[in-house]
């Protein structure tokens, strides 16, 4: 069974530029979390989808984040414009179900905003 | 307000030694997990462990949600073992995966 798949793997891109994350969940998992990492702290979600439907935003940046989730499969996260302070890493997981099931991590997507 | 700790922040071991760390957090959960992030990131499950005890291998571990804490322990550590370990917790009233700050273990030859 294939894991979670992000890319890119590494960003660099420099302030008001905008920027995307792909993530394509394990195969049959209906719910997915994009989490957000600073160094040294743990990780902190930001969106979680559970089909296409995003049931959870409160913590994602409104002003500046988006993402989607068409068919229920695949998602995109985007930041525009991008700010120093969003030098992260963006994490994307899934799970079978919601709340009672496991989450498995992709490998993250390092972003550097210079 | 909502609270995972875990504690040691920081561990230094002697290959072939014992340690336990631990998760304490504020509410009832539906899911708790233990994760090990590994040097280059990547996060790897180790146990999903809402209640009750489970082993895998040299590690074990144990969540009394009556008492709102979880246990891992790690036996006859290995310098692979390095990294950090996180608990993940999806509290009750929150429906909210919290991650704790983390237990960063690092395992000497």
């Known amino acids: 069974e294939a894991g979670v798949v992000q890319s890119p793997r590494y960003k660099i891109i420099e302030k008001k530029q905008p920027v995307a994350f792909w993530c394509n969940p394990i195969?049959?998992?209906?719910?997915l979390y994009w989490y957000r990492q600073n160094l040294g702290q743990g990780p902190e979600l930001l969106i979680r989808?559970?089909?296409?439907?995003?049931?959870?935003d409160s913590q994602l940046p409104k002003d500046r984040f988006s993402a989607e989730r068409l068919k229920g499969v695949d998602s995109t996260l985007k930041i525009q414009p991008a700010e120093l302070g969003d030098s992260a890493v963006y994490l994307c997981a899934s799970s079978r179900d919601r709340g009672f099931d496991e989450q498995y991590f992709g490998p993250g997507t390092r972003l550097t905003v210079t | 307000g909502i609270q995972v700790e875990q504690s040691p922040p920081d561990l230094i071991l002697q290959e072939g030694a014992n340690s336990t760390l631990r998760c304490n957090f504020s509410d009832s959960v539906n899911n708790l997990q233990w994760f090990h992030q590994n040097p280059w990131g990547q996060l790897i499950n180790l146990f999903y462990i809402p209640s009750g005890t489970k082993q895998n291998g040299r590690l074990s571990a144990t969540t009394v949600a009556t008492e709102r804490y979880s246990l891992l322990y790690i036996s006859s550590s290995q310098t692979t073992d390095s990294g950090v370990y996180f608990c993940?917790?999806?509290?009750?009233?929150?429906?909210?995966?919290?991650f704790g700050s983390g237990t960063k273990l690092n395992v000497k030859p």
């Open positions: 989808y559970e089909n296409e439907e995003a049931v959870d």
């Open positions: 993940a917790v999806d509290l009750y009233n929150f429906n909210k995966f919290y």
């Open positions: 195969s049959g998992h209906n719910t």
